[in-house]
């Protein structure tokens, strides 16, 4: 992760499927807690941004997972504002 200026909060998100998941659809949003919900948080890796308010009600879109067992994948948000 390139480092952050002064003030700027990295959010971390974790996602994984399970044995055998992989047969079942893409994994649903995961609604994230404790953001505020003013702010706005974007991607490192894609640049994609969203509010805190849709993190935590529709929640953060699952990028698509490696194929295998337990694929999982890290998504590192940043408050922008």
């Known amino acids: 992760m390139p480092s ?4 700027c909060t990295p959010v971390l998100r974790f996602a ?6 992989l047969s079942r659809p893409a994994h649903p949003p995961l ?3 404790g953001l505020d919900p003013a702010a706005r948080y974007r991607d490192d ?3 994609a941004e969203w509010s805190g308010a849709t993190l935590t ?14 694929a999982s994948a890290l ?5 922008v504002d």
Do not use: F, Q
């Open 31 to 33: 609604r994230l807690r």
């Open 16 to 21: 994984n499927a399970p044995d055998g998941a």
């Open 4 to 7: 952050r200026p002064l003030g």
């Open 57 to 70: 009600g529709y929640g953060l879109p699952v990028p698509p997972l490696p194929d295998g067992d337990c």
């Open 45 to 47: 890796d894609t640049g």
């Open 75 to 79: 998504v590192g948000l940043r408050r």
